[in-house]
């Protein structure tokens, strides 16, 4: 079985060794191969989307599902869902009534699933600054996590990208 995975980018992609150990404790047999698709920040919307899941599920070597992955909150300067029950009914409609496609919307943004990490990610970043209050799922519009961790990195005296906190973290 092939599954073909939508990310939005390399946080996404990191998570893969996880999803792959979690699916071999959790499958008898063969795991399914996966084959991630990162997108620069964000998965494509409306016809864009519609296409790139026919292609990768027909094609010379068909995937035999599809899963976009995909933050309620994908920058810009007005949000493109309000929730994300809103993200799912979107991206269904914008591919059809396809069965092999499954749409999974983080709250507000992927990252917020570092946020437990803190501690880890303060030291990587070689700064001190205290941990986000609350739960990271209720994260608004305003200050989401990526941006969080973004800024610890920044002001830290380690400067590298958040990227390399979630390759280093396994995600």
């Not at 914008?94 to 992927?110: I, L, M, N, S, T």
């Not at 205290?130 to 800024?151: D, L, Q």
């Amino acid at each position: 079985m092939k599954i073909a995975i939508i990310v939005e980018g390399k946080t996404e992609k990191a998570f893969l060794p996880h999803l792959r150990d979690f699916l071999k404790n959790r499958l008898a047999g063969e795991t399914p191969k996966l084959d991630v698709l990162p997108y620069d920040g964000r998965i494509p919307k409306e016809e864009k989307l519609r296409r790139v899941v026919e292609n990768l599920l027909g094609g010379s070597k068909p995937a035999d599902h599809v899963i976009a992955l995909t933050d309620v909150y994908t920058g810009g300067t007005s949000p493109d869902f309000l929730d994300a029950q809103d993200a799912k009914k979107k991206m269904r409609q914008w591919v059809g009534a396809e069965p092999r496609f499954h749409p999974h919307v983080a709250q507000y943004d992927f990252e917020a699933w570092l946020l437990p990490y803190w501690p880890t990610i303060q030291k990587l970043a070689k700064h001190n600054k205290g941990a986000p209050g609350g739960n990271p799922e209720t994260v608004n519009h305003h200050n989401p996590p990526a941006y969080r961790i973004k800024e610890i990195f920044e002001i830290g005296k380690c400067r590298k990208a958040m990227s390399s906190l979630a390759m280093q973290r396994g995600f």
